[in-house]
């Protein structure tokens, strides 16, 4: 009772010193504001560093890397030029999935010797295409290129440069460019409109809710073909694994960060005109679902420190890369004692491009660090390109697969699914398979960890008492995240220091309502001396919502909208998390932190798997968990705007692959049947048959109270 009196004392302060919630201001979206602020020490630095790599992997479909399959790679028709050859390449980054480009190697190799890895950006059929002679003049004259013959394809003339340096050169397409033709250029680039065909339970196509919720995206396609583009540069025997590098310019940039970030055997990158705190890449094969929530293309470069790192300015979204991303990229490699290692070229007099100027500070930048001997500044030379036909990977003897081909686009996310699936059963099968997998990606899902829950406080607004309990009602304000819980307290004069958090679809209506009246199943709990909590989770305890906010963008792609923003289920898990991490921390409050016994929560109808989640992620810090799920799947949504959409959500063996990572605490499970087969095998595993408590299947309509009593009985075991 003291603590109760306590509490009216000491945290009966005014709700209005708090400013709203943060999460009703405007979405982020790709034009934004993305700044980098290295954290405090390196050890700090390192603990991020390894989040936000997991988050890239995650977004793109890479957690985990797909089975690499054989490459099967197939080099032909070598041509011979002065001081360098020129072969056509392609092989599969996944089963009849083909990557095409040209190989470039010296002539005459001796030893190991240097791979680069050339992406491309957007323009069209950017390998095989030359520059119109009007547009090469122009470029001319404002000092972009400087001849007339080798600047009709700045392609040829980087890779033959490098070529003569002494470098092997991979340059490869992007998908739906030149040779890459299996899925077609207007979706891959220029996707807009949902397809209705695509946007089934099985079998779906790119861009769909489904293909969102397992984590399958142009993005993750292109930076698996340069995952594998680098298996294949470094199969070949001349190539020296400790000096590779990757650059490329615009989407080119894009998938030269997030390569570099991603894969160790990179050791120098040189993204061009990508890195900046403004514009993040305006194309659906640059951006992901979960791909820049709370991150950005600065601290994707800042992932490779401190290996060798240049960057350049260009009047466009990087021209203001000197005084905003730089220098905190300079601080970071400062912090590890290599300020040389990371360099900017100016240019804000060019427009967007890789032009002449830039080559050649990427080639001395490359010639330093790789000790390639040749003089510096290093500059091309003119010759003559080698027209799109000679370039072109496919003949009568090397036949083209089929061009757009909608049943190939879903045999080959079907493979990804299966593929993914089979390696997460797997690791459901051990102990810690799924911890180690399963927990690391849903805390990228969900945008936060119980570790981070934040700081939160309680400010009350009203007290009543009831007799045997007190009745309190206030907010829980997250100071750290600038979130706000309103939640209802019964606290029972005689509390037995058990806690159970009450979470319904009708918020805190479901614990008290207005009319004082309180549900059967939360009564017994408070009468046999358990405090019980009911919070509106964030958007909840109004008008239910029927479709969440997406960005102003037009084309229908959820990348544009969850790329940046945490989806509305998670933002709801969020919530759970505070009021969790409340009640482990608090000092002085409705139940206080030195007589606190034990924490319970449930979760009903549509709230169940939030729950299911939280629960998930908070770890010991939850005693017990009933859940009832309804048998909700992320799999089954056919809109990206469903308030349970959540990107990611079906790709780890869907909510039975969540709740899985319970183990080994207690559960009480409703909407599941009597042995889930996942969720049991977890429990198994684990060697606690006994663990998980099941109720029934969906419940019918009149059997949720008896559930509930049920559930209520357990808790207090």
Sequence with gaps: MKHII???????????????????????????????????????????????????????????????????????????????????????????????????????????????????????????????????????????ERFERAGRSTYQSQCRQLALMGCVVWQWDMLGDSDSIQLSRELVHGFAKQRPEMNTTEHWGLFSPQAEAHCQNVMGLQTLNAVRGLDFLLSLPEVDPQRVAVTGASGGGTQTMVLAAIDDRVKLSFPVVMVSTAMQGGCTCENASLLRVNTGNVEFAALFAPKPQGMNTAND?????????????????????????????????????????????????????FKLGSQ????????????????????????????????????????????????????????DGLQNIVRPALEVLIGRTYANAGDVEWALKDEQDRGEYVKRTGMLLNKTHGEEVHVVWLCPKQWNGRVVIWLDDAGKAAVCGDDGGVKPAVMNLVQAGAAVLGADLFLQGGEPVEQTR???????????????????????????????????????????????????????????????????????????????????????????????????????????????????????????GSQPPTITAAYNAASLTDGVVTYGLVPFTGEAAQQEAAASQWLLK
């Design 550 to 672: 997406v960005v102003a963008n037009p084309r229908e792609f959820a990348g544009y909208t969850f790329g940046y923003n945490p989806s509305l289920f998670a933002q709801r898990t969020d919530d759970v998390l505070s009021i969790v991490s409340f009640l482990r921390h608090v000092n002085v409050g409705p139940c206080p932190n030195p007589d606190l016994k034990n924490i319970s929560i449930a979760g009903w109808h549509g709230t169940g798997p939030i729950v299911a989640t939280a629960g998930a992620l908070a770890g010991d810090a939850i005693d017990r968990t009933a859940i009832d799920t309804q048998r909700f799947r992320f799999g089954q949504l056919l809109d990206y705007r469903d308030p349970m959409f959540l990107p990611g959500g079906a790709k780890y063996l869907d909510l039975p692959g969540l709740i899985a990572l319970h183990v080994p605490r207690p559960l009480w499970l409703a909407g599941e």
């Design 376 to 431: 510096a500044p290093v500059i091309e030379q003119d010759f003559d390109p080698l027209p799109p036909e000679q370039l072109t990977v496919w003949d009568d003897k090397h036949p083209a697969p089929q061009a757009a081909d909608p049943e190939f686009e879903r045999k080959l996310l079907t493979w990804f699914t299966e593929d993914a699936e089979q390696q997460l059963r797997a690791a459901a099968a051990t102990p």
């Design 317 to 369: 979204w990087t021209r203001e890369m000197a005084t905003k991303g730089f220098p905190e990229l300079q601080q970071l490699y400062a912090a590890y004692g290599k300020p040389d290692n990371v360099f900017l070229k100016r240019g804000e007099y060019f427009p967007h491009n890789y032009n002449a100027v830039t080559r050649s500070a990427f080639y001395t930048f490359l010639n330093k660090h």
């Design 6 to 144: 306590a509490l009216a004392v000491l945290l009966c302060f005014s709700l209005t010193a708090f400013a709203e919630d943060i999460r009703d201001q405007p979405l982020k979206d790709l034009n934004g504001y993305f700044p980098f602020n290295p954290p405090a020490t390196l050890d700090q630095w390192e603990q991020r560093k390894e989040y936000v790599r997991r988050q890239i992997l995650v977004a793109a479909g890479l957690w985990p890397m797909p089975t690499k399959t054989p490459l099967n790679a197939v080099v032909h028709g070598k041509i011979e030029r002065d001081g360098y050859t020129v072969e056509k390449v392609y092989f599969e980054s996944a089963p009849g999935f083909f990557v095409t480009g040209n190989l470039y190697r010296p002539t005459n190799i001796q030893g190991k010797v240097p791979g680069v890895m050339l992406a491309h950006g957007h323009r069209k059929d950017a390998r095989l295409d030359l520059t119109p002679e009007n547009t090469l003049r122009n470029q001319i004259a404002d000092g972009a």
